[in-house]
């Protein structure tokens, strides 16, 4: 190699050196200081969940066989069963740069600093609680929210119904318990209002004997809770 041609490699190591020191020191750090948020809000989430839960329990003790239970999965995932619904909440463990097509990066809060528009995200899905019970995989839970939170706890959440506008300004929204006890509740709620709906009979007036066998390991048939709206990624629009 010739002494020009070394010297350029090592400008080009020493640039790409630095290039990797600058994104350890922003964007690597960044992305720590918004986990270590998300943390502490999923921690004040199961607060939150273990606080209704037990008043749930207190206030429904006179109702047999509605049965409110609260567990945790793993270090990621809480389980909140309440009658025939769960509510599964779980904590992504890595941080999302929200899409630059989303509304966020329109508002004067994110122009300012693009570093806000990194994320931690929280999950709320609906199961029934048979699906668990029983076992069956093939049984389909619901997002009824998901949660975005950023390094300063602004936050947005993307769902339905009082979900769909009540928490969409990223820029004035900051979590505290008041909106997480109010977030858990609504979640509840919204599942509890939402009913199976039997499939229409044409639907489901032939099956194999094979399906039949397999609704027989899985035990029982499919059973999906309609909850009469799709996602964005489920409808293609939003």
């Not at 069963?81 to 509510?87: H, I, R």
């Not at 463990?93 to 994320?119: L, M, Q, R, W």
């Not at 039949?212 to 709206?229: C, F, H, I, R, V």
């Amino acid at each position: 190699m010739t002494e020009k041609k070394e010297a350029l490699v090592k400008k080009i190591r020493d640039e790409n050196y630095e290039a990797i020191l600058k994104n350890l020191k922003g964007r690597a750090a960044l992305k720590q200081a918004v986990y270590k948020e998300v943390c502490q809000v999923y921690k004040e989430l199961l607060s939150s969940l273990e606080m209704i839960s037990g008043k749930l329990k207190d206030d429904i003790a006179e109702v047999k066989d509605v049965e409110i239970e609260l567990r945790e999965i793993n270090q990621f995932e809480s389980m909140l069963k309440f009658g025939s619904d769960v509510l599964i909440v779980s904590m992504h463990s890595n941080v999302f740069y929200v899409n630059p097509a989303h509304f966020i990066h329109k508002t004067g809060y994110v122009k300012e600093d693009n570093s806000k528009a990194y994320c931690g995200v929280i999950h709320i899905h609906n199961f029934l609680a048979d699906s668990i019970k029983y076992n069956r995989t093939n049984d389909t839970g619901y997002l009824v929210a998901r949660i975005f939170i950023n390094k300063e706890r602004h936050f947005f959440v993307e769902g339905r119904g009082q979900f769909s506008f009540l928490y969409e300004d990223f820029s004035e929204s900051v979590l505290d318990k008041l909106v997480i006890d109010n977030i858990v509740e609504l979640a509840i709620n919204h599942s509890i209002e939402f009913d199976l709906v039997a499939p229409d009979f044409e639907h489901i007036k032939a099956i194999s004997l094979m399906d039949k066998q397999l609704q027989y390991a899985n035990s029982g048939y499919q059973t999906d809770k309609q909850l009469g709206y799709k996602f964005s990624a489920q409808a293609g629009v939003k």
